[in-house]
């Protein structure tokens, strides 16, 4: 299981890589066609726009797998013989928020399946293939750190 989670981490890790690459290059070119030629492109804000929320769900398994989220150790610290419980109710959390994020986005993809960008004409609908492909990783992630044992 672990091997299938670190080969999921790398594919997920070049996707990002990719992502934050096209969004680079779509500003640099609008950067580019706005100030040196005088005539922006009408794409690539959407492009930038879409490519960052992309980025967004396609870094939050990894983040959850190297256990690397933004948290307060406060009440852990106050009740360090609950932390083991603490970490338990954490997770039963973030399953719940991912597993209703899921929800949202398999609802919003037969929402929008029709529907593109005004400029870019990108299908709305590719946006929300990448949330519902990420949040079931994130939710394997998740149910995987409660199999671990760890010392907390």
């Given at each position: 299981m672990y091997k299938l989670f670190t080969r999921i981490d790398k594919v997920l890790m070049f996707s990002g890589i990719c992502a934050l690459a096209m969004i680079a290059i779509s500003v640099l070119l609008q950067i580019i066609f706005r100030y040196i030629f005088n005539s922006p492109l009408m794409w690539p804000e959407e492009a930038a726009q879409l490519l960052l929320i992309s980025l967004l769900f396609i870094a939050a398994p990894i983040v959850e797998r190297r256990n690397e989220h933004v948290s307060m150790d406060i009440?852990?610290?106050l009740f360090p013989k609950?932390?083991?419980?603490?970490?338990?109710?954490?997770?039963?959390?973030?399953?719940?928020?991912?597993?209703?994020?899921?929800?949202?986005?398999?609802?919003?993809?037969?929402?929008?399946r029709n529907i593109t960008t005004n400029a870019a004409s990108i299908p709305l609908n590719w946006i929300y293939t990448i949330m519902i492909i990420s949040t079931v990783v994130w939710i394997l992630i998740l149910f995987y750190s409660l199999l671990e044992k760890k010392n907390y």
């Open positions: 009440i852990p610290n609950a932390k083991r419980f603490i970490y338990l109710i954490y997770k039963v959390f973030s399953i719940v928020f991912v597993f209703v994020l899921l929800i949202s986005s398999i609802i919003m993809f037969y929402g929008v």
